[in-house]
C-alpha cells in the first residue's frame, strides 16, 4: 500500500493516495497495538500519519493534515523520549515538527508554525552537533533554519528571519562546496540565496540582496547549463533573471535590468 501511495501521490492521484495511506496507517496502528514495545512498528505509525498528512494538506484539508500531524508528533515524542540516544527517533520527531510547521503556516497559524519549526531547528542542532561529519544532518539543520525564516518574515520579523537564512545558507554553500557534483547541494544554496535576497529587499538592502540574486543565478545557470532538459533548473534561472531584474530596477539601473530581461 506504501508504494502504491506514493505511486498515486506521484500521478496526482490524491484521493486514491489517501485511500492506500489511510490502509497503511490502520496496518500500522494494528501492529503496533500488538507490540507496544516494538519501536520500529510504533515509527512505522508515525511516519503513515506524515504520509496521510501529506496528502490531505495536497487536497486542501489542511484540519484533517493537522489532525493527523498532530498524532505523528505524539508518536514521534513518545518514541524519542523513551530513547534520547537514538538519532533515528529524534529526526523522525524533527521530521513531524515540520510538517505540522507546515501546515500551521498553511494555515495562517504563525506563532504555532514557528513554535515547531523552532522544536524542529533544536532537534537538528543537537543532531548536527553529535555528528559534524554527517552532511545528512548539516542538510536537514539547514532546511530548519529556512523553514524558521519564511516563517520569522511572514510574521514581519525580519531581522530574525536574515540571521536565520544567514546560517541557512552558511551550511548549503559549505555543502555546495563539498561536493560541486551533487546537484541538489547545489541547487540547495541556490535557493537559500534567493531566500536571503528576498527578506533583504524588504529590509530595503538592495546592494545585498542584488548580490544575493546574481550569486544565486550563477548557480542556477550552472545547472542549467549541465543539464539542458531539466525543466526545474530553466524555470530556477528564468525566476531569478526576473528577481534580479526587479531589483536593477529599483536602484535605477535600467541598463542592467534590459540587459537581465533580454
Known sequence: FNRLGDAQQRQGDLAGARVAFEQVQKIAQKLAASDPSNAGWQHDVSKSFNDLGDVQQAQGDFAGARATFEQSVKVAQKLAASDPS????QHGLSVSFKHLGDVQQAQGDLAGAHVAFEQSLKIEQNLAANDPSNAERQCSLSLSLNKLGCVQQEQGDLAGARVSFEQGLKIAQKLAASDPSNAQWQ????VSLGMLAIVQVKQGDLAGARVAFEQGLKVFLNLAANDPSNAEWQRDVSV???????VQQAQGDLAGARVAFE
Not at 537514538?86 to 527517533?89: E, G, L
Not at 541547487?187 to 541556490?190: E, H, N, P, Q, S
Not at 531569478?240 to 526587479?246: A, G, N
Open 187 to 190: 541547487r540547495d544554496a541556490g
Open 240 to 246: 531569478s533573471f526576473e528577481k534580479l531584474c526587479d
Open 86 to 89: 537514538n538519532a533515528w527517533f
